[in-house]
């Protein structure tokens, strides 16, 4: 088991004249037995984060650390890292019993006990029907599963998984979270989860790191990156459907501070506390993010289904877009020029054109500086 | 014609069932059976030249192929069951003898000493060229890692393969006359020996047609190795270095498994080769001394080309036909048993 530490890690690949910053500045702290999902958008340098920390890929600068040791310059065998590839890696000359028991065999391990455990291991991945053929034979999802076995049935100090989920099919992913969970919870190993999809990071991963453009934006826990995000784009890429967002300005119009849409067309009301931040910080632009949860729509009588508690504000606009999707709906508004989406419950009768009435509750309402980005907390 | 304009264009089809008389003739306007660059030519020969361009063009490719290749065999099949010589050949006159010049080669002596020389050179020849070509190219690719360095190397060692037989022949020749030959004057200034070895006496002979071939041809198998090895995908290695495994280990159970196929093809090429092995011997040795570096093919040669002894030397070649047929089907099988194996055959 390890603490792993990254210590203002960089990653420059070069060819030619080219360079490409990969990862910049990366300080990352995760503890012993702790499973961290590193969460980002395609190409922002998770997979090349792992293969530093795995010992694939030369540090640019900066430090890795292993239970506080420095393991800059040890080779990948001598980490104890066991690695789930993004790209399967598979040994094609070897049937799938082969495939999964080879970090054993290299090992030393007796053949007997070699077999058991990669039945086992098989029997969780549902690769039992396969264990014969070979890796040329089998099915992206199958592949993936195997790739995810052979790391999974090593007793490593770290397991680095790279998108192992990304070809499977949505039931069985349900059930392979679950296990994988369950696995993580019976052997207590340190775990780093690489993912673009947030529902797999949120739903395993004690911490998530979020990255864009090489950087790591935020680490936090499922509560801290959905409340309080650290920049936009956190808050844009953390929930489903995305955060509204509004171009805004101070609006002080003696009834206190507010933040208005620079349009005119919407206003929203902060707590005193953000409002005193905002009022501190003088007249610049700053971006008003709400999510679509938390805008409920008003009946008739005024009452906003959801919220409680006496502090709701209301916002008007006509339906643009009715998105019916099973088990919710997705109304999409529009005010003037702004268009903004509500997430309501699946029953809710609106025809496109009706003009509604929206209830916010103004802790609900992020502020970020519109220079910086960041989150005026 | 009828044939073809029936599957293209179904729209020239219809206009020309309606102009009726000339549904049956090549429709001019249509470019599917009338291409344009015909219309160029002489308008009267157009409907020949679109008749016969295909047949001449396939057809003189074959007759060339039959010419080389096909009527010699049959002429080869034919005359070893015949008594022909070079005399009987001019006058017409050969009979039939039955299998009497198969069984002449095969109660021969000097057949079953070549056949051993034929052993001897498969396996310390061609074998050893596969093996030692396997462990230069992937010893270069493990411990060079400069890529210009490479190629360098490379090149140097694929050289001697540039070279002619009969000049590699004659090279080795020189390099080693016992008297005052490099190999020799080398091997006595580092003290290796106290006298001349006679690198072409009898019993000695056929190792240094089998030096020289080594030294000539072990660049072959190193080069289809080393591609091999470079197409293998790095991945894979990747993935062997996390899960913990040494180099020794990575090698015996990754690098060579995966090269099986490669390297049996190595095989089948030197093997192939082998049976057609003259050059060197006929320019080192001739054979001698006393027939002591014969091979089957040498024979076929001199008995055939050189003593005129046709139906004799083609007994031998069907025989030396044979032996290759079984040795080279059997590399076959494997290969594709390897190949089914892996899921690609
Ligand atoms: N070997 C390499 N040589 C040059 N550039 C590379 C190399 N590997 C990655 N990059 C670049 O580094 C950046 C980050 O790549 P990386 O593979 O880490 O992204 P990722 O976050 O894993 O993306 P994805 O979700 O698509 O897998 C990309 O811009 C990529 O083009
Ligand atoms: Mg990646």
Redesign the interface.
């Known amino acids: 088991m390890a603490q792993v530490n990254l210590q203002n890690v960089n990653k420059i690949y070069r060819s030619g004249r080219t360079e490409v910053h990969a990862v910049q500045d990366l300080n990352l702290e995760i503890n012993n037995g702790e499973f961290v999902a590193l969460l980002g958008p395609s190409g922002c340098g998770k997979t090349s984060t792992l293969r530093m920390i795995?010992?694939?890929e030369e540090i640019s600068s900066g430090d890795i650390n292993f239970n506080g040791k420095r393991v800059n310059e040890l080779?990948?065998?001598h980490r104890?890292?066991?690695?789930a590839?993004e790209?399967?890696?598979?040994?094609?000359?070897f049937t799938i019993e082969e495939n999964l028991a080879?970090?054993l065999?290299?090992?030393g391990v007796p053949e007997d006990e070699r077999r058991r455990k990669a039945r086992d291991i098989a029997e969780i991945l549902k690769l039992t029907s396969i264990l014969d053929q070979?890796p040329?034979?089998l099915s992206g999802g199958q592949q993936q599963r195997v790739s995810l076995g052979?790391a999974l049935i090593?007793d490593p100090s770290v397991f680095i998984l790279d998108e192992v989920m990304s070809h499977i099919d949505a039931h069985l992913k349900f059930q392979m979270l679950f296990d994988l969970k369950a696995i993580h919870r019976d052997l207590g190993k340190t775990m780093v989860y690489v993912t673009h999809d947030q529902v797999e990071a949120l739903a395993l991963a004690d911490r998530v790191a979020v990255m864009s453009n090489a950087k790591l934006q935020q680490v936090g826990t499922r509560n801290e990156l959905y409340n309080a995000p650290a920049n936009v784009f956190v808050a844009d890429f953390i929930g489903e459907p995305p955060t509204n967002f509004f171009q805004a300005e101070v609006s002080d119009n003696g009834g206190g501070l507010a933040l208005k849409t620079k349009d005119g067309a919407l206003v929203f009301h902060l707590t005193e506390h953000r409002a005193g931040k905002i009022r501190a910080l003088g007249g610049r632009d700053f971006i008003v993010g709400i999510r679509p949860q938390n805008l409920r729509l008003k009946d008739s009588e005024g009452k906003s289904s959801a919220h409680t508690g006496s502090d709701v504000h209301d916002i008007t606009a006509s339906i643009l877009i009715n998105e019916y999707l099973g088990e919710r709906s997705i109304l999409t508004f529009a005010n003037g020029d702004t268009k903004f989406r509500a997430l309501v419950p699946p029953e809710t009768r609106a025809a496109p054109g009706e003009a509604v009435t929206l209830g916010y509750r103004p802790e609900d309402v992020m502020v970020f500086d519109a220079q910086t980005e960041a989150l005026i907390d | 014609m009828r044939g073809v304009s029936d599957m293209t264009a179904t729209s020239s089809e219809i206009s020309q069932t309606e102009s009726g008389p000339k549904a049956n003739s090549i429709d001019r306007d249509d470019p599917a059976t009338f291409p344009d660059w015909f219309r160029a030519r002489k308008a009267r020969s157009n409907l020949i030249v679109a008749r016969w361009v295909p047949i001449v063009l396939v057809g003189l490719p074959v007759l060339v192929l039959f010419g080389i290749v096909v009527y010699p065999t049959i002429w080869m099949f034919y005359h070893s069951v015949h008594d022909t010589n070079m005399m009987r050949l001019f006058q017409g006159n050969w009979s039939y003898i039955g299998f009497e010049n198969f069984a002449t080669v095969l109660g021969s002596d000097r057949f079953w000493d070549s056949t051993v020389h034929l052993l001897q050179y498969l396996s310390f020849g061609a074998c050893l060229q596969v093996v030692l070509g396997t462990v230069l190219a992937l010893i270069l690719f493990e411990l060079v890692k400069n890529n210009a360095l490479r190629t360098l190397i490379l090149i140097l060692l694929v050289l001697p393969m540039m070279m002619s037989p009969s000049i590699v022949g004659v090279l080795w020749k020189f390099l080693l006359t016992p008297s005052n030959g490099a190999v020799n004057q080398a091997l006595l200034n580092l003290g290796l020996i106290s006298k001349h070895i006679e690198w072409f006496n009898s019993g000695i002979s056929l190792w240094s047609i089998i030096v020289a071939d080594i030294w000539n041809w072990t660049a072959l198998p190193l080069l289809i190795v080393y591609s091999g090895r470079v197409s293998l995908?790095p991945?894979?290695y990747?993935?062997?270095?996390?899960?913990?495994?040494?180099g020794w280990?990575v090698m015996r159970?990754?690098t060579l498994?995966?090269l099986?196929e490669v390297i049996a093809i190595a095989f089948i090429l030197r093997f192939t080769d082998a049976f057609k092995f003259v050059d060197l011997v006929y320019i080192m040795t001739s054979g001698g001394p006393a027939q002591s570096s014969e091979l089957p093919t040498y024979i076929a040669f001199q008995r055939g080309i050189r003593e005129f002894a046709i139906g004799e030397a083609a007994a031998y070649a069907i025989i030396i036909f044979a032996i290759s047929a079984v040795i080279i089907t059997l590399f076959l099988k494997y290969l594709k048993r390897v190949l089914k194996?892996?899921?690609?055959a």
Request: glycine share 8%; charged share 20%; no cysteine.
């Open positions: 795995v010992g694939l080779e990948p065998q104890n890292v066991a690695m590839f790209t399967y890696a598979l040994y094609p000359n080879f970090p065999e290299v090992r070979r040329g034979a052979r090593r | 995908p991945a894979v990747e993935a062997a270095k996390v899960d913990g495994a040494s280990q159970r990754i498994p995966m099986k194996a892996q899921g690609i």
